[in-house]
């Protein structure tokens, strides 16, 4: 007769997003674009998924926080509208660090002022990404606690013509909430 054996389960190991190549806005830090700009039309993140466990399926979700906003963040990334689940998947590439690029329409930013930018990648989201865009606090929440990578990128929209900064002193005291840390905001300082 033979024994049983039990082998451990293998656990899911969180994702860490980092700035994936020719990046021109970096994780952390903080960006212009003017509204008198003809072109491009959207802005486009660029990220490195590293994760250890090579054939987890990963879904991303993005969001845009703002103080302009009347109401909570808008949700950026689609969800399937019979099912509500993430649609924005992760390719499995074999390798531990696979590429991801998503791009934000620049109407998704109009008015002037800071934004932040959340993408969240996680393969055990708690919560439907349409459950998630009614319900900010829950962006984030995972069914293995702490199971997600988090990047961030600060927009400044300003009017300011094409290749001018335009006055960014007004954007340091412009503070974005940080709906996931209750110590305040996390908005940088301007250059």
Do not use: H
Request: with cysteine; charged share 20%; net charge negative.
């Amino acid at each position: 007769m033979l024994d049983p054996i039990d082998f451990p389960v293998e656990e899911p190991v969180a994702s860490v997003l980092i700035d994936g190549p020719g990046t021109r806005i970096k994780i952390g830090e903080i960006g212009t674009f003017s509204r008198a700009a003809t072109a491009p039309n959207d802005i486009t993140l660029s990220v490195v998924v590293r994760d250890p466990n090579l054939n987890e399926p990963l879904v991303a979700r993005l969001r845009v926080v703002s103080k302009l906003f009347q109401s909570s963040p808008r949700f950026l990334s689609s969800c399937d509208a019979e099912t509500g689940d993430d649609v924005t998947v992760v390719p499995i590439t074999g390798d531990s660090e696979r590429p991801l690029t998503i791009s934000v329409a620049r109407t998704d930013l109009a008015e002037v002022g800071c934004y932040r930018l959340e993408l969240v990648v996680s393969g055990t989201f708690k919560n439907t990404c349409a459950e998630a865009a009614q319900a900010p606090a829950v962006f984030t929440a995972t069914t293995l606690r702490g199971d997600f990578g988090l990047a961030k990128w600060f927009v400044a929209v300003t009017d300011a013509p094409p290749g001018e900064t335009g006055d960014l002193n007004a954007f340091a005291s412009c503070p974005v909430d940080d709906l996931d840390n209750p110590q305040g905001n996390d908005f940088p300082s301007a250059p």
